[in-house]
């Protein structure tokens, strides 16, 4: 789907036009892929809007730089505090959020030491990311996710989709909508751009974010929610055939949401429909995120701006 522009960006503190938005293409970023990024929704609320767990992913943003060695000039207040100016500026919600911090047009070398850091902050409308209302047709990738102490996978870094983009790709060539990546150990890690659930026997496991998963934060207010609804959770390593006799298997992310998987390699998950315990965590994550149930855990950050359709229900 092309990008809906608006009209402003964020840039260094700045608000300045989508169009003059720009990089030189001797930018070291072009080269090595040195730039470190967030995805955010921000949701309609009964009266206005609001950004889903701001601080969180400006934590995670400012944690994706450090990893890189990369000095952010700017504190968390501030990149929260431009997230809301942006969403204000612009005047439209619901929508999706990209802030990305990258090293700019300054030497040539490996070296990021000579390039500045830019940071820019877009936000724009975006609906559904994974197709479908009734479970995604997902396959297992023949690419493994990142190895460890290679990519650092809990660094949100542009590089780092480039993994994805082979897993996708590939997934999508063979008529699947998402493809799943094992580690390096063949074990369950994540999807290509999404955290994944499984649900057997009553019980919910995600894999540890030691198999190579990004620490999503959905993924986060999925555990979350599942403990408050009184939920057996665990996070363990889980082996591939696992997933081919799960009672339910969902992905988890800020573009996908909470998104059903109904069969992995076209083997039916459960009998192929969105199973009970999913449906319990997507009302109780959509009705926060919607303001249509408490902000119970103080996830929400409202902006200023009238908002009249739900991104997704
Ligand atoms: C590789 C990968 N895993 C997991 C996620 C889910 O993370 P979050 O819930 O923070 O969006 C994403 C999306 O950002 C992702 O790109």
């Given at each position: 789907m092309p990008i809906q522009t608006t009209s402003k960006i964020w840039y260094n503190g700045n608000l300045i036009p989508w169009k003059d938005a720009?990089?030189?293409?001797?930018?070291?970023?072009?080269?090595?892929?040195?730039?470190?990024?967030?995805?955010?929704?921000?949701?309609?609320?009964?009266?206005?809007?609001?950004?889903?767990?701001l601080p969180e992913h400006m934590q995670r943003l400012l944690d994706s730089a450090k990893i890189y060695r990369m000095e952010l000039p700017f504190n968390l207040e501030e990149l929260c505090a431009a997230v809301v100016d942006?969403?204000?500026?612009?005047g439209v919600a619901p929508c999706y959020i990209r802030p990305i911090a990258l090293r700019g047009y300054g030497e040539i070398g490996v070296s990021p030491k000579?390039?500045?850091?830019?940071?820019?902050?877009?936000?724009?409308?975006?609906?559904?990311?994974?197709?479908?209302?009734?479970?995604?047709?997902?396959?297992?990738?023949?690419?493994?996710?990142?190895?460890?102490n290679?990519?650092?996978?809990?660094?949100?870094?542009?590089?780092?989709?480039?993994?994805?983009?082979?897993?996708h790709m590939e997934a999508e060539i063979n008529g699947y909508q998402e493809g799943i990546g094992l580690d390096v150990n063949g074990l369950v890690s994540e999807g290509s751009g999404e955290n994944i659930f499984?649900?057997?026997?009553?019980?919910?496991?995600?894999?540890?974010?030691?198999?190579?998963?990004?620490?999503?934060?959905?993924?986060?207010?999925?555990?979350?929610?599942?403990?408050?609804?009184g939920l057996p959770v665990t996070e363990q390593a889980l082996p591939r055939e696992l997933l081919y006799i799960a009672?339910?298997?969902?992905?988890?992310?800020?573009?996908?949401?909470v998104s059903p998987i109904r069969s992995i390699d076209r083997i039916l998950v459960g009998d192929g429909k969105p199973g009970e315990i999913t449906r319990r965590i997507a009302d109780e994550f959509?009705?926060?995120?919607?303001?249509?149930?408490?902000?119970?855990?103080?996830?929400?950050?409202?902006?200023?701006?009238?908002?009249?359709?739900?991104?997704?229900?």
């Open positions: 720009t990089i030189h293409v001797m930018s070291h970023v072009v080269h090595y892929g040195s730039s470190v990024f967030e995805g955010i929704r921000c949701y309609s609320q009964p009266h206005g809007a609001a950004v889903f767990r942006v969403i204000e500026a612009n000579g390039s500045p850091i830019e940071i820019y902050i877009a936000n724009f409308p975006w609906g559904k990311y994974i197709p479908g209302n009734n479970g995604a047709d997902v396959c297992i990738s023949s690419w493994n996710r990142l190895a460890p290679t990519m650092p996978a809990l660094a949100k870094a542009g590089a780092n989709y480039m993994n994805s983009q082979l897993i499984v649900v057997r026997n009553g019980v919910l496991y995600t894999p540890p974010l030691a198999n190579s998963a990004l620490s999503g934060i959905t993924r986060d207010s999925v555990l979350t929610i599942a403990r408050h609804l009672d339910e298997v969902f992905f988890t992310g800020t573009a996908a949401e959509f009705g926060i995120a919607n303001g249509l149930k408490p902000d119970r855990f103080g996830w929400l950050t409202p902006v200023r701006v009238t908002a009249n359709e739900p991104v997704t229900v």
